[in-house]
Every structure is written in C-alpha cells, then in structure tokens.
C-alpha cells in the first residue's frame, strides 16, 4: 500500500527504526487525531514477518484503518491510522489485531512455501563442479570476514548445499552450510538469497565462539549490499535448509541464550514479556508455540539483537492482575513444554521497550 501524499511518518521512518512497538495498553479515552499528527508507527522486523504477509493483514483491515507501509534499516514500518472516531479501547484492539494477524499470515505463508528436504528432492537438486565463490562476492577464498576469520575453503554445490571453511588463529576451523534462504532463514546470518547455518560438532546448531556468529552477520551485511547477478541456476541448486530440531540440553547443546527464567508482567500496559533464543531451532517450530497463545490473546515479536526474540503476549480485553500471573505461567509452562520438545526458551526481558 503506496504511502498517501504529505504522510511525514513514513519519511521519517529511518531515524525512528530502531524505536520498538509495544502492544499498547486500554486508557478507555476517546482517540481523537489532530490534522498531521501521526499515531507511534509499528515495527515488523524483517526476520520474524514477511512484507506480503504484512500488507495482506493491512488489507484486511482496511476497513478499520488506513495502513501505509514502508522499509527501512530491517524493518517493515506501518503507519496506522483510524478510518473513523473510536475509543482508545478499540483503537488498541484494533492495533494489536492487525499485528497478531500479520504474525498469522507470516506463518500461513512460510508453510506454504517450507517443504521438508528428503534425501529425494536432495538427490534431484542439480550439481555444481566449481565452488560458487560468485555467491560471495566481493569475498574470496583466503580474504579475512572480520574478527580473524578468514575465508578457508568452498566446497561445490552437492546435495542443495555448500559448504564454507572458515579458519581462526586462535579459535580454529568452523565450518558453514550454506543454503537458499526460502523465507524461513534458520541460520546464524542470512541474506535475501542465502542462509548460512553452523555445522558444530556435527549438530549445526551447537553454540561455539560468539565471534563466529558476528563476523557472519558481518559479512551477510556486505553480500546484501553488493548483491550481484549470478550464473542462471546456481540459486536453484541450493535447496532452503530443512526444519531441523534444537539440540537437547542433556548433550550441552542448548546455546546460552535458553537459559529458563520468568517471563515479565508489565501490569500497567496489561503485557507478558520473555525473551528467547532462536539460534539455530526450527522457525516454524518456535512459531506454533507462540501462536498457541494467539487464540486468546494479542502476540507481537520484536528482535532486540541478534539470535533473541523478545515475545509480548496481552490478553484480549481487560485483564487483572490475577489474570496477568496466569498467562505468565502457561507462558513458564509452554516454554518448560516446548524445551523438552526441542523448541525454544529464554531468558525474560523487560517488557517497557
């Protein structure tokens, strides 16, 4: 949706990016706009929603408010306004139905497009000889990727994947998969065409040195903003990495960030917060276990840094205080469930954002 003439929320949408939206809490006052007044736009981060998925739920809600959409620094930014008077109550209803609609439609569509890999559609994927360096561009074999790690060695295209050698002085040899991204990227980095998944210790999601991780992030930074044309085919011959399990905590694999503490309650804006760790589990998996609380209630994900989601869960309507402790409990016990299950769990954070 084109953004309407003189909507200065939406040029101004670079410099207020990195300011995060919270689910809003009831006043129950009348919502009254002055002229050129913006209401707070709403930050959907690239990682967690897809753009299609977004202005689809804006469609939807076309009715109850005109919504513009623009990008900016990883974020898709919607400015929202009401189509007609409401009270403050609705406004905020209507502003978290849009977003847990939008996370809705994301999840619809990444199961539309995520199909398991089998060692069939594995085998029927096309072979390429020579390494794809081309992929990598301006980066080539033996040049530094930041924080001492150089590129070692690209393997050929065999199987849907390459693989990456990366080698530190200090730290060793780690190696990477690297994969089309199909819009449910799993690993470490990615860009709009790859995803780049550690292979540690067999597991591919294993926590290993922290700089790894920052210098891939670095690197995948650079490969979006120098993407180049490629040989015709080389991106098809690279499948989008399978959704693949989280390692159990039993054999150490858990990374660090899926340390269990409580979620918060913010009871003045009515908000349960937790923070997870979404290196290297399965998105879709992470995905079914928040939208087990959309049912009842408004979700909304942000990303603080990378690796960690911070989740916002409110009930819909008024909810007490006693209310509020019971959803951070089926929060706890979710989260308890699902790190027995393989899927995520984190450390709380604080909500007020």
Request: hydrophobic content about 40%.
């Amino acid at each position: 949706m084109p953004p309407r003439p003189g909507h200065s929320g939406l040029t101004r949408a670079g410099s207020v990016a990195q300011r995060e939206f919270c689910l809003a809490p009831r006043r129950g006052l009348v919502l009254a706009s002055s002229p050129g007044v913006m209401p707070e736009p709403i930050h959907f981060h690239t990682d967690l929603y897809r753009r299609e998925a977004v202005q689809s739920a804006a469609e939807k809600y076309a009715r109850k408010a005109r919504i513009a959409l623009g990008e900016s620094n990883g974020h898709i930014i919607a400015q929202v306004e009401p189509t007609a008077p409401m009270s403050d109550a609705e406004w905020c209803d209507v502003r978290d139905e849009f977003c847990t609609e939008a996370l809705s439609i994301t999840v619809m569509r990444l199961r539309d497009l995520t199909a398991p890999e089998t060692p069939a559609t594995a085998a029927l994927q096309p072979s390429i000889d020579e390494p794809p360096w081309e992929l990598l561009m301006p980066f080539g074999e033996g040049l530094p990727i930041g924080l001492g790690w150089l590129l070692e060695s690209l393997s050929p295209v065999r199987g849907g994947s390459a693989s990456l050698a990366l080698r530190h002085e200090q730290h060793g040899t780690a190696h990477v998969a690297i994969r089309r991204n199909g819009g449910a990227p799993l690993g470490v980095a990615h860009t709009d065409r790859l995803d780049f998944l550690l292979m540690n210790g067999g597991s591919g999601s294993t926590h290993t040195e922290d700089s790894i991780a920052r210098a891939l992030i670095a690197m995948a930074d650079t490969l979006q903003r120098h993407s180049a044309a490629v040989r015709e085919g080389l991106l098809a011959s690279l499948l989008p990495h399978a959704e693949t399990p989280a390692p159990d905590a039993a054999n150490g694999g858990a990374p660090r960030a899926w340390q269990p503490s409580a979620p918060v309650i913010d009871a003045a804006r009515g908000v349960v917060c937790t923070d997870v760790g979404d290196d290297g589990i399965g998105r879709l998996a992470f995905y079914d276990a928040v939208l087990a609380f959309a049912g009842r209630n408004h979700v909304f994900l942000t990303r603080p840094e990378a690796r960690r989601v911070t989740v916002q869960v409110k009930p819909k309507g008024v909810a007490s205080v006693e209310g509020l402790a019971t959803l951070a409990q089926d929060l706890s016990g979710r989260s308890s469930s699902s790190q027995r299950g393989r899927a995520p769990r984190g450390n709380a954070a604080d909500c007020r954002r």
